[in-house]
Each structure stands twice: as structure tokens, then as C-alpha cells.
């Protein structure tokens, strides 16, 4: 949950220096202030950044490493940010799996609403949601797997167990995982051939492709039901998407 988030994330970080990094980032960029409060206990530090938003984190983090106009120095800081973080959502999510009411939800889901020519989108990272789909429901990763007759799952923001490699490959815990900030900067390119980086959807074509599958799915369904997504305010490709779509018959909140 988003009040949980940076206590449980910074508490399970492999890397010490990777907690530090993110921790000092988030007291300096967050909270105001000049370094982080060196006689504060480590639990009262953390529980100063319930109120920190993560998507606002993710957007600010990955639009300062790719915006023209961003500074060399904040640039190079953003980027080291953002790999930290990168580096241990895998080590963090991993640790959070299917459970006994994941999985009867999932399946009263998969049962009463989710027919074979559906398709699912789910924004999230982690893989609760496809793991808690019943063993007899067949599913694949639609743009990165191809398989037929059987449920796509559409992940436009990436997932923890994409590794961040062309093509994507699928892993339990991969080196750097592939993941897509919310942030209307999805689309945008450097110009002059340089290298991409991670966060954007032009860093890999499969991703693109996931982006384009959701869109023609969204265009010829006959029913659209979100639920839990928040519309974070900076994925303005997203707003506008469902601007056009007119026919959102339902938004259920996170349960």
C-alpha cells in the first residue's frame, strides 16, 4: 500500500548502499532536507516517507535521467537513483507471493468475469495477480510470449520478472528488471542516435508492442473495468488514451 511502501521497500533492500542511496534521495528531494538525520533510529527515518507518493518518486526520478533540460549533475544523480531502485524492485516484490486469498480472488475473478477472448492489463510490477490465476487458466505474456489459446496478460509498465534485455526474457530474479515509469515522456526520443535508457518505452520495442496491443484491445472492446489503477496525474498518454474511450463502464477500487 502506498502509506506501507517505503518502510517495506527500504527495509528489504539487498543492497545497503543501494537503501542509502534511495533513503538520502528521498529525505533531500521529499522531505526538504539537507542529509539524512543521523541520530534518527532507521524505523522513525522510514516511517517519515509514508507520505512520500511512489509514482511521483518513479515519474520525477525517470524524467530528470532523460529530460533534455535537465542539469549533467541532477541527471547523473537521477540516474543512479533510478538504478538502485531498479535493481532491488525484483529483490523486494519477490518476496511477496501468491497466498491462499490472493488466490481465491483471482480465481472468483478468472471464473465469474474473464472469458477466453479477453485480455487482462495490469500496470503493476509485481506478479501476484498472473500467479494467483488458477493452474487450469492458461495465460502468457501477450508481446513478449506468443502463444495461442490462451489468455494475454499486458504489462505496459514492464514487470519484476522481465530482464531488461532485447529480446525481454523471463526470470525469477533478473540482474536489472524491466520497468516502465509512469510518465508522459514514454514516447519521446533522443535525438542524434544516443542510447536509450531504461524507463521509456522506446528502450525496447517489445515494450512498444505492449503498448500497442493494449491500445487496439482497449479500442475494440466492448467493456473496459479498471480496477485499482490510481491515473497517476504525469502519464498524461495514458489520460488522453482513455479520454477517447467512451465506453468505461466501470471503476473498482483496490480491495
Known amino acids: 500500500m502506498q502509506s506501507t511502501f517505503w518502510d517495506t521497500f527500504l527495509r528489504f533492500c539487498r543492497s545497503n548502499q543501494n537503501r542509502r542511496r534511495i533513503e538520502s534521495f528521498l529525505f533531500r528531494y521529499f522531505k526538504g532536507y539537507a542529509r539524512v538525520p543521523a541520530r534518527m533510529k532507521s524505523s522513525k527515518r522510514r516511517a517519515m516517507f509514508n507520505d512520500v507518493n511512489v509514482e511521483e518518486v518513479f515519474t520525477f526520478l525517470s524524467e530528470r535521467a532523460r529530460a533534455p533540460s535537465t542539469t549533467p549533475q541532477l541527471k547523473s544523480h537521477a540516474t543512479r537513483i533510478w538504478t538502485a531502485l531498479v535493481a532491488e524492485l525484483p529483490n523486494v516484490f519477490s518476496r511477496f507471493r501468491p497466498n491462499t486469498e490472493t488466490r481465491a480472488t483471482y480465481r472468483k475473478l478468472s471464473k465469474n468475469f474473464v472469458r477466453s477472448r479477453d485480455t487482462i492489463v495490469s500496470f503493476n510490477y509485481d506478479t501476484v495477480f498472473e500467479h494467483s490465476l488458477p493452474s487450469t487458466r492458461r495465460w502468457h505474456y501477450e508481446g513478449v510470449i506468443d502463444q495461442k489459446k490462451s489468455i494475454g496478460v499486458l504489462k505496459p509498465h514492464g514487470s519484476i520478472n522481465w530482464r531488461d534485455s532485447e529480446p525481454i526474457q523471463i526470470a525469477d530474479s533478473p540482474d536489472r528488471a524491466l520497468v516502465v515509469a509512469p510518465t508522459h515522456l514514454k514516447f519521446v526520443q ?3 542516435g544516443a542510447a536509450n535508457t531504461a524507463g521509456y518505452l522506446d528502450h525496447s520495442a517489445q515494450v512498444k508492442t505492449v503498448w500497442h496491443l493494449m491500445e487496439r484491445e ?8 479498471f480496477i ?28
Open 228 to 255: 485499482g489503477y490510481s491515473f497517476p496525474d504525469a502519464d498524461l498518454y495514458f489520460h488522453l488514451f482513455c479520454g477517447l474511450c467512451s465506453r468505461i463502464v466501470k471503476v473498482l477500487p483496490r480491495s
Open 218 to 225: 482497449m479500442r475494440q472492446a466492448k467493456a473496459l473495468v
Open 190 to 192: 533522443r535525438s542524434g
